[in-house]
């Protein structure tokens, strides 16, 4: 550790201590500090309180009370930058030592301007737009008071049913792991304690997602294999593009809860991947101990979670009520606690926050809503969508003249929010209707009825939504899932929409007019009685404060729709779990089918359509033989035979199809989206690693390649290669 000139003078007077001293390297204003620190300050450390949201400036006195000024974090504090700079002061100005607090709030997709939810963007296939929108939400947030964000969520989720999947990126090992290394830089930047980054925190570690049934906060049966192949590498990627902190999930791994799971918290996290931020509890997940059946009390529930290598307890004050006695009973030791305040201070100084502890009181207008941020956010919008089906080129809408636009999402801005919105306001956002008032004025007549609303049985609307779908030349019907039907504690049995949707839909249908649909949703959804009766489905997701505009964009034809699926459309509930890379079966052929509905998915995995006709060349590798170390370049031409630009995502996906553990039938290695101009061709070029790309993670984590034979696959093709 290189001393800085501060402490290798000793000058560590209480005029100027190390800690204190901007240019002392952090490690050594880690170690004066913690040397300074009472035991009941490091506990304090160790702890994230709530005080739940609290807007109104006024009121703050009281609440302050409540509060510790040595406490280390505060989740939901407040809204606005003078109140978090008056709780700041009391942290600086009332502490002995002067500890800045670190403020945490959930900014998931966006602070006020809010952008698609992460499933939305994995589907964009870009990730410098979700770099810069994680980037955009850090300057909003941070501009707040916020230092730390609970996001990126990178929990490969596989089972639609659980409402959680729309606040990860999807279904795919590789593409977590990128739009997790994404996330991270967007809000961190390089270093984070230049102005406007603030820490990310990768959650829910680990394998949340496999939540049984797809049922919130229930066990999960994981192998060791399939943490090692499946949901660890997201996480993995996200603390090599530096993560300064994780969040412990919810639920029991095989027996072992997450948040006591020495294994995974220790031994992967801090060992194996030296990730040297810290790791916080989810809510209440330390207390939950006692409840999950492992620990006998909330005394014991402390020791588990602490031990495993928790380091901050976020909200249920297990930490502070039980450290000390376990600390008195030598159950913990000073070391322990000395190394888990080490952690927490760390990431207090790389943010810069001893330096910086309060926000500049800026005005509304100069934080939010940007007009960069609102153009960002509309491309971003535009480029997750995805175009699933597109019978007789339906759209985009060039020629109608007059259009119906019908069904409970038409006018309804609301519901583009989706859940977990920072500071989302309704007022912010578009809906489709006003976007296409902007885009088709002075082109196309617009008739709007709302037929029903998004549940229920009433039907008195659908005679109006007759009425202007018989005097228009297309029907656009906005259907789909609301936004709080998606997110935390949102488990539904089925992802279908409600069946007052699908009447609508079929009775609008059945004026014999051209039936454009359109769905927001935060979830896949079984289109089984949709898709027959649309000409076009274009799916919205929740895609931010610009969805409206975005949308309108797609039906006129401006934006050319380029989104891909991150997750597989089933064609019915009952398939799930369905996901594209499973292993192969033991019977081929139609042994093990389903009896009554197809095995086939309604949508698979990076289905999407675009204005443009994209046409693969022949795939090409480098060598028909390599050896481990050599690289190899596959390579496919890509030749754009329509008349319009567009934008095309080539997928790279490998196989090893014989191995001692068997692989998926094909994994996702690589992907790149590039614009292809009318008539123009582009190559597009994977450059394979083979032990990065090729090889595979045993059970304990430790990567090897296995000579033989390897497939690369490109659109409908494949091709061998050899590692001898
Ligand atoms: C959620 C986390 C979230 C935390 C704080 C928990 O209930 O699982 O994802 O970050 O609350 O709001």
Not at 27 to 54: A, C, W
Not at 189 to 209: F, P
Not at 245 to 256: K, P, Q, R, V
Request: hydrophobic letters at 40%; proline letters at 4%.
């Amino acid at each position: 550790m290189a001393l800085s000139m501060m402490a290798a003078w000793g000058c560590t007077s209480e005029q100027s201590p190390v800690y204190k001293d901007a240019s002392a390297d952090i490690e050594d204003r880690v170690e004066d500090l913690v040397d300074r620190m009472t035991l009941e300050e490091k506990i304090l450390q160790l702890n994230q309180y709530t005080l739940g949201v609290n807007t109104v400036e006024n009121n703050l006195g009281e609440v302050v009370k409540d509060i510790p000024a040595e406490i280390g974090s505060l989740i939901y504090f407040s809204d606005v930058p003078t109140g978090r700079n008056a709780m700041q002061r009391k942290a600086m100005e009332e502490s002995r030592l002067g500890i800045p607090i670190l403020f945490g709030h959930d900014v998931i997709h966006g602070y006020r301007t809010t952008f698609p939810i992460p499933l939305a963007q994995a589907c964009s296939w870009n990730l410098e737009l979700a770099r810069k929108a994680s980037e955009v939400a850090a300057q909003e947030a941070s501009d707040c008071g916020i230092h730390w964000t609970f996001s990126p969520m990178v929990d490969v989720a596989r089972d639609p049913r659980w409402g959680r999947v729309m606040e990860g990126y999807g279904e795919d090992v590789y593409t977590n792991a990128m739009f997790s290394a994404a996330a991270v830089k967007g809000y961190q930047g390089e270093d984070m304690s230049e102005k406007n980054r603030i820490a990310a925190c990768l959650k829910h570690y680990v394998g949340y997602a496999a939540s049984e049934a797809g049922r919130d906060y229930v066990p999960t049966e994981i192998s060791d294999q399939t943490l090692w192949d499946t949901y660890l590498p997201p996480f993995e990627a996200g603390v090599k593009a530096g993560a300064a902190t994780l969040m412990s999930a919810f639920h029991t791994i095989s027996g072992i809860p997450a948040s006591a799971n020495h294994y995974i918290l220790t031994e992967v996290l801090k060992e194996k991947w030296q990730h040297d931020g810290f790791v916080v509890s989810d809510w209440g997940a330390v207390e939950q101990l006692v409840y999950q059946g492992m620990a006998e009390d909330k005394k014991e529930a402390t020791l588990l979670a602490f031990n495993a290598g928790i380091e901050m307890d976020m909200a249920d004050r297990m930490y502070i009520k039980y450290l000390p006695e376990l600390i008195d009973e030598g159950k913990v030791s000073i070391k322990q606690v000395d190394e888990a305040v080490r952690r927490i201070l760390r990431v207090k100084f790389r943010l810069g926050l001893f330096e910086n502890p309060y926000v500049e009181e800026k005005s509304e207008e100069e934080m939010y809503l940007l007009p960069k941020s609102l153009e960002l956010t509309e491309q971003q919008a535009s480029e997750s969508m995805v175009l699933l089906k597109n019978e007789g080129n339906v759209l985009p809408l060039e020629n109608a003249r007059t259009i119906a636009l019908v069904g409970p999402g038409a006018t309804d801005a609301a519901e583009h929010l989706g859940n977990w919105g920072a500071r989302a306001r309704v007022e912010d956002a578009v809906s489709v209707f006003q976007g296409m008032s902007k885009e088709f004025a002075g082109k196309a007549n617009l008739l709007t009825a709302k037929g029903c609303e998004f549940d229920g049985e009433d039907k008195s609307g659908f005679a109006e939504a007759v009425r202007v779908a018989k005097a228009s030349d297309v029907v656009v019907v906005c259907l789909g899932h609301r936004g709080c039907w998606s997110g935390e504690n949102q488990s539904r049995s089925t992802i279908e929409i409600p069946a007052i949707q699908e009447e609508l839909l079929a009775t609008v249908e059945a004026t014999g007019k051209p039936v454009v649909v359109l769905l927001t949703g935060g979830r896949p959804l079984d289109l089984r009685r949709v898709e027959p009766k649309a000409d076009a489905i274009l799916m919205l997701w929740h895609s931010g404060i610009r969805a409206g505009y975005a949308a309108a964009g797609i039906l006129s034809g401006r934006y050319n729709p380029s989104g891909k699926l991150a997750m597989t459309f089933p064609y019915s509930t009952g398939q799930i779990p369905i996901y594209y890379n499973r292993r192969n079966p033991a019977r081929t052929g139609d042994q093990g089918l389903y009896r009554d509905i197809t095995s086939e998915p309604m949508y698979p995995f990076g289905h999407g359509l675009s204005y443009s006709d994209f046409e693969y060349g022949k795939l090409t590798l480098s060598a028909e033989k390599i050896s481990a170390n050599e690289t190899l370049y596959a390579e496919v031409e890509v030749k754009n035979n329509s008349q319009r630009e567009g934008m095309e995502t080539v997928h790279w996906y490998v196989c090893d199809p014989y191995s001692h553990i068997t692989r998926p039938v094909k994994e996702l290695k690589f992907f790149e989206k590039k614009l292809i101009k009318a008539g123009e061709s582009t190559v597009y070029r994977f450059e394979i690693d083979p032990l990065r790309d090729l090889g595979f993670v045993n059970k304990k984590g430790e990567r090897y390649l296995d000579k033989g034979e390897y497939q690369i696959m490109v659109g409908d093709q494949m091709v061998s290669v050899l590692v001898e």
